[in-house]
């Protein structure tokens, strides 16, 4: 079955860096969309960063030049380095595994990891 495992959350201060990484397993990684969401405590889960298959990340306006999507297909893992983090930075941050609508937004499936909090102090 498909699993996603994140780690690399903690608890940083402003203006500090976290990678975060999720681990894939059951499914054909190099095919698939991934995507890194996150949930601030009573908000919605956002979608934060996506990759396609072939290595082209897109993001969201509020992390765009401080955050950094990767895959390594060889590991079944997909990374998110956050730099110059914020207090609104924190929530639990999900991975997910996905595809692409007709115009190219990432679309999510039903699949998420178990999520890893970052927190940011001020």
């Known amino acids: 079955q498909v699993q996603l495992v994140e780690s690399g959350g903690g608890l940083v201060q402003a203006g500090g860096s976290l990678r975060l990484s999720c681990a894939a397993s059951?499914?054909?990684?190099?095919?698939?969309?991934m995507g890194w969401y996150r949930q601030a405590p009573g908000k919605q889960r956002e979608l934060v960063a996506d990759i396609t298959s072939g290595g082209r990340g897109n993001y969201a306006d509020s992390v765009k030049g401080r955050f950094t999507i990767s895959r390594d297909n060889a590991k079944n893992t997909v990374y998110l380095q956050m730099n110059s983090l914020k207090p609104e930075d924190t929530g639990v941050y999900y991975c997910?595994?996905?595809?692409?609508w007709g115009d190219g937004r990432y679309r999510a499936s039903a699949y998420w990891g178990q999520g890893t909090q970052v927190t940011v102090s001020s």
């Open positions: 997910n595994v996905g595809t692409a």
């Open positions: 059951g499914i054909t990684f190099r095919i698939n969309n």
